[in-house]
């Protein structure tokens, strides 16, 4: 037989040998895929089991903290209460040591008191147990209010706070006392930190329909590298006189949190030895358009 009839013969064989090559090849993948799909899943499961343990971590530690913060506010409550009659002297005169060691008890209890309820607002938050609650309110009556509660606990007579009257600002649709809280956060450090100035609370309207509420001190301000942990948890910048003032390093932490909840950011812009601003930049209108309410409605239910 001559090679050219032997020729279709070999060509299947050929053809036959490659298709099993190929049906081989493809088996082998099938199987590797298969042990990665199972790796996938064992991984996929891993990670469920992790953020569930993370979750009840999370959730734990809310509870504890929330446990704890009520049940440091009665003792705390009653101490402050006591120094406050001693100081009063309903139970008789002082000498001059005993004034200044019960002064000193009270101000631990209030330092203590400050973290405990930043402690309790941070669990809220981070537990989804805050929820916002919008109106509508003129902004020159937040800022009003602001003048009254920071002007009686002004202190330092070289420093001045400058409340400004809102320009192009009218009404707001967002939760009043959740601002009011930034703001004070804000207005309570850079009066801490300014010891000479000024510290100057304005706002006005950016685009997008959204406001800028900012706070200006001619404080110590805050180096580059300590700039972008400044909202983070218990960051407390280090300096002399960070040294000498106690605070719980929690405000502009909660500051930041209460103002993903509104919708909003934060910011912060600053030069050691000029001063810092602070900022919150929010919707004028909370939430989605269909559900806020006319401002006449709103101003008839409050």
Not at 111 to 139: C, Q, Y
Not at 190 to 201: C, H, I, N, P, S
Not at 248 to 271: H, Q
């Amino acid at each position: 037989m001559s090679d050219a009839a032997r020729q279709p013969g070999s060509e299947e064989q050929r053809l036959r040998s490659a298709l099993a090559e190929r049906e081989r090849q493809i088996a082998q993948l099938s199987r590797e895929l298969t042990e990665t799909n199972k790796g996938v899943v064992a991984l996929y499961a891993e990670l469920d089991d992790r953020a569930v343990a993370l979750r009840e971590v999370s959730e734990l530690k809310s509870r504890f903290l929330s446990y704890m913060s009520h049940e440091f506010r009665t003792p705390l409550g009653a101490i402050r209460s006591m120094a406050r009659l001693l100081l009063d002297r309903m139970d008789g005169p002082l000498s001059a040591e005993q004034e200044k060691q019960v002064r000193f008890m009270d101000g631990a209890a209030a330092d203590l008191t400050e973290l405990v309820n930043d402690l309790l607002d941070l669990a809220k938050i981070e537990a989804g147990r805050i929820s916002v609650h919008p109106v509508w309110f003129h902004m020159a009556e937040l800022f009003a209010g602001l003048r009254g509660m920071f002007r009686p606990i002004l202190t330092n007579d070289r420093v001045e706070l400058i409340v400004e009257e809102p320009a192009d600002v009218d009404r707001v649709y967002t939760d009043d006392k959740r601002l009011t809280q930034i703001l004070r956060n804000f207005i309570s450090n850079a009066l801490k930190f300014t010891e000479e100035g000024a510290v100057r609370v304005s706002c006005r309207h950016v685009a997008d329909d959204r406001v800028t509420i900012s706070v200006e001190d001619t404080g110590i301000g805050i180096a580059p590298e300590h700039q972008r942990i400044i909202f983070d948890d218990f960051t407390q910048v280090d300096s002399p006189l960070q040294r000498k003032l106690r605070g719980t390093g929690l405000g502009l932490a909660i500051s930041r949190k209460i103002a993903d909840l509104l919708g909003g950011v934060v910011g912060m812009t600053s030069t050691p030895g000029e001063g810092s601003v602070f900022s919150v930049t929010i919707p004028i209108c909370y939430g989605n358009a269909e559900d806020v309410p006319a401002t006449e409605e709103a101003t008839d239910a409050r």
